[in-house]
């Protein structure tokens, strides 16, 4: 963070919180008030238009797409959903999980054969989706039950309408509530990292196999930058990754460091602060997560959007 002390990994960080713990004894949220409260401006949370494309469009015209600043896109025939791609599928794809497997039988590792594959080969097919007529406690209960963050709206025929995203709710909740919890009882920790200089591909795996969209890069013990799954989309979908591959070999464009494509700037926290500050400064900076620090700028913990939607599951 700029004018800042750095960041500082910590030794011995406090253990990850069992966030279902919240859960009441059937297994469902227990929304406070204030949440059912907010449920007539469905409509207007739910972003439209959508990003949509057909199940046969070329991969690399949905990253390019993607590129542009979505985390997802909705799949339709007849403007009636399909499937759900998202950032995550893509990174899976491109050589961070078991996906990649299609990128070597099929393509060989060509990188410019590899993109021209349809979304429906890697796509979501059944995605869970709520109907425009939803209370919002309903949509966040399915995003904690189902641990997703991206749910499409539909209208009771059928058709697409809009999408809900964590990053919306927060945005839309972060400046009316305090939500009575501290940071420290939902942070993850210890983090997962990344060292600089480790190649992209490194971060991709680590993506997939935690399931964080975020992974912070350390060097020397100092926090460095953060490199998200949109970073490595927008390395693919402004093709940037072909200039890093002489011979068209994928496995060349994932060699180049982490460095190359995290972003710098950080938002920072306590431990001790109230949830709703994290969520107002997320929303703020207009990001998906903030590092906690102790007063030595030792990284405690990391905050993200899915944590502050759990933390929102407790009826005070």
């Known amino acids: ?130 109907y425009i007529d939803e209370k919002l406690s309903n949509i966040l209960e399915k995003m904690v039950m189902n641990e997703i963050g991206i749910v499409p709206i539909v209208l009771r025929d059928g058709r697409v309408y809009g999408i809900i995203t964590e990053h919306d709710l927060i945005k839309y909740l972060s400046y009316s509530i305090s939500i009575g919890v501290k940071v420290a009882d939902v942070m993850s920790s210890p983090v997962v990292t990344i060292e600089s200089g480790r190649p992209i591909k490194e971060a991709m795996e680590k993506i997939i196999k935690y399931g964080f969209r975020r992974i912070p890069v350390v060097g020397e013990n100092v926090v460095l930058g953060i490199i998200t799954a949109m970073d490595i989309i927008k390395y693919f979908g402004t093709h940037e990754a072909f200039k890093n591959t002489v011979s068209g070999d994928i496995r060349e464009a994932l060699k180049i460091p982490v460095d190359d494509i995290m972003v710098r700037e950080l938002v920072i926290i306590k431990p001790d602060d109230d949830l709703g500050l994290a969520a107002h400064k997320m929303a703020e900076k207009n990001v998906g997560s903030a590092l906690v620090v102790n007063d030595k700028m030792e990284l405690l913990g990391i905050v993200t959007e899915r944590d502050i939607l759990y933390a929102l599951s407790i009826k005070k």
């Open 1 to 130: 963070m700029p004018g800042k002390s750095p960041v500082r990994r910590s030794i011995g960080a406090p253990r990850r919180v069992e966030k279902h713990r919240w859960l009441r004894s059937d297994g469902t949220p227990n929304f406070e008030d204030r949440i059912y409260k907010s449920t007539e401006e469905l409509e207007i949370i739910a972003k439209k238009p959508v990003k949509q494309a057909s199940p046969s469009t070329p991969l690399l015209e949905a990253v390019e797409e993607m590129a542009k600043g979505y985390r997802s896109l909705v799949i339709t025939v007849s403007n009636k959903i399909a499937g759900l791609l998202l950032s995550t599928h893509v990174i899976n794809y491109l050589g961070g999980g078991e996906y990649f497997k299609i990128v070597e039988e099929r393509h060989g590792y060509n990188i410019y054969s590899a993109l021209q594959e349809p979304v429906q080969s890697i796509m979501e097919k059944n995605p869970i989706v709520a």
